[in-house]
């Protein structure tokens, strides 16, 4: 894991671009979808069997990026390339540019109304794919998530999980406090975990919900390992200086 994020601060480094404590405010959750959760195959990144991950809050693409490439999905190569004018890997994802992306997202409210389009026509089919996505708490102040919420129960897609990134970063402006209550009250089963401990994320994303949704809250801190960027709006859009790239990359070893 520890060099998974180094490599994310690097690719920000190099690139001088990226939301770095976004990436590693998810990147425990990521990894765990796609190390224990998933059914993909990465040399056949469009298998009509597969499962579904978006990932709602694209600006953190960085963590998607380094995992999508551990996996085996593109070249690790292309990670040094982040940014550069014409590479696949952008400031947020494009599903029809880099393999195993599903969604292009960033514009933030869009991915939960995608996935429940997505599994609800699962239902429809009588497939058995799942479909993941994960928002950030900032990204429930968008009335798109809660219209998406109503539906979800509606149609009783016990085939879906809705990750909620609870890092706290949007408290300075509307805070979001009681989603638990707040799905739950939409019709969703709700779970809380931490979200840097992979065991309890494993169990909780593997947990079933017959006739209901999931909506999974993964209680996050913002640049999590990474002391200067922790829970500070400053790094929310900030390429290291070159000194501090050189305490960070010990900071991670």
């Known amino acids: 894991m520890k060099d998974l994020k180094k490599k994310v601060v690097e690719m920000a480094y190099k690139a001088k671009e990226g939301h770095i404590p976004s990436a590693l405010s998810i ?3 990521v990894w765990t979808l796609y190390d224990k959760v998933l059914y993909f195959n990465p040399k056949r990144p469009k298998d009509l069997n597969r ?15 380094v995992i999508l490439a551990e996996k085996g999905f593109f070249s690790k190569k ?8 014409d590479n696949i890997l952008g400031g947020h994802p494009h599903r029809n540019k880099v393999p195993g992306v599903e969604a292009s997202t960033g514009s933030l409210g869009h ?3 995608i996935s429940i389009g997505v599994a609800l026509g699962f239902k429809i089919k009588k497939k058995k794919q799942k479909v993941f996505v994960l928002i950030g708490d900032g990204e429930a102040n968008e009335g798109t998530i809660w219209e998406s919420a109503l539906l979800g129960a509606h149609y009783n897609l016990d085939n879906l999980c809705c990750i909620i990134d ?3 970063s949007t408290d300075r402006a509307l805070s979001v406090e009681s989603l638990e209550e707040k ?3 939409f019709g969703w089963k709700t779970l809380s975990v931490d979200g840097h401990n992979q065991k309890e994320i494993e169990k909780a994303l593997k947990s079933s919900h017959p006739k209901q949704p999931m909506a999974l809250i993964t209680n996050t801190i913002k640049g999590k390992g990474i002391k200067m960027m922790e829970n500070n709006p400053a790094w929310h859009h900030k390429a290291p200086t070159s000194e501090e790239f050189e305490i960070i990359m ?3 070893s």
């Open 27 to 29: 990147i425990d959750t």
């Open 51 to 65: 499962d579904i991950f978006i990932l709602s809050k694209g600006q953190a693409s960085l963590a998607l990026y």
């Open 78 to 85: 292309e990670l040094e390339n982040f940014c550069k004018f």
């Open 111 to 113: 991915g939960l109304p």
């Open 166 to 168: 609870h890092n706290h």
């Open 183 to 185: 799905f739950k009250s």
């Open 250 to 252: 010990k900071e991670l």
